[in-house]
């Protein structure tokens, strides 16, 4: 026999403001199970205080969340469905203003006005003398950068206190294209004191992390410094672009792959502080 307290899921759907069909796809996808469920008829049975969730879930799905994240909102205590909703919110706002900047630059690139885009960058060049570095090579697309970036350089610095210590700005240098479409590979390289006492540490990991150790050459780099915003991908592609586009009117020819040089702190930087060369060997 059915609770006389519980709501048919008609008259549920009347009081949550959802349709019957909202409500069967809730509980198809665990984000909302009906109290009761007629074991003969199939007929599903809510109670009025599953009201709040009901409506909580309709409202989260209209922001795009992903399912999970909508369940791990619902779920939370307290506060701390607001920080999680935040949380996903922040996020969506760093994806959306990257999409911006990245249809401002198509805008321009299909208009004719990429010069325009490329005078916001002052391009310069700079010799670098040969060092030595330990390196380690991986094979990532453009999502999966950003964190291999700062665990692989993060490894190496560590590493590096084996070798001497670091001499320069850890950079990367990327072999081959990386996209969403490409996986380069891409090579992050700390630069270090000890070359004897890197080798040795090269060679007793073996093929752990893809690590190594080599003499960068030296090299004239053409170079654009960016601020941490600007860093992220596709903005960053700009960057490269602009660089591009100097060494060509320079008559400047590629002596080698490019690369980004990270010479700032970057959880100690603000948005707009500098923290990155974008930069190409030139001869």
């Not at 409202?59 to 369940?71: E, N, S």
């Amino acid at each position: 026999m059915v609770d006389e307290g519980l709501l048919t899921i008609g008259a549920f759907a009347a009081r949550a403001r959802l349709s019957a069909k909202a409500l069967r796809l809730y509980d198809r996808l665990g984000l909302l199970a009906p109290a009761h469920v007629d074991e003969v008829s199939g007929y599903r049975y809510y109670r009025a205080g599953q009201v709040e969730r009901a409506r909580l879930v309709a409202m989260l799905r209209r922001l795009d969340m992903p399912l999970a994240r909508i369940a791990e909102v619902v779920e939370a205590a307290g506060t701390e469905g607001a920080d999680r909703l935040a949380a996903y919110w922040a996020d969506v706002e760093a994806r959306v203003a990257g999409q911006r900047t990245l249809v401002e630059y198509l805008r321009g690139r299909l208009s004719g006005r990429s010069s325009e885009l490329y005078g916001k960058f002052e391009v310069e060049t700079v010799d670098v003398p040969a060092q030595v570095v330990i390196t380690e090579t991986r094979h990532t697309l453009a999502d999966e950068l950003p964190a291999w970036i700062g665990a692989s350089l993060g490894r190496l610095e560590a590493a590096a206190r084996e070798c001497g210590g670091v001499t320069a700005a850890p950079f990367v240098v990327y072999h081959s294209e990386v996209s969403m479409e490409s996986d380069g590979p891409a090579e992050s390289c700390v630069p270090v004191a000890d070359e004897a006492a890197a080798r040795a540490w090269a060679a007793g990991q073996g093929r752990r992390w893809e690590a190594g150790v080599r003499v960068e050459p030296a090299r004239r780099l053409a170079y654009t410094r960016i601020s941490k915003a600007q860093v992220a991908h596709p903005q960053i592609l700009a960057a490269f672009e602009a660089v591009e586009a100097w060494m060509e009117r320079e008559g400047l020819e590629y002596d080698g792959p490019c690369r980004e040089i990270y010479f700032a702190e970057w959880d100690a930087a603000g948005a707009e502080d500098p923290v990155c060369d974008v930069a190409f060997p030139v001869r």
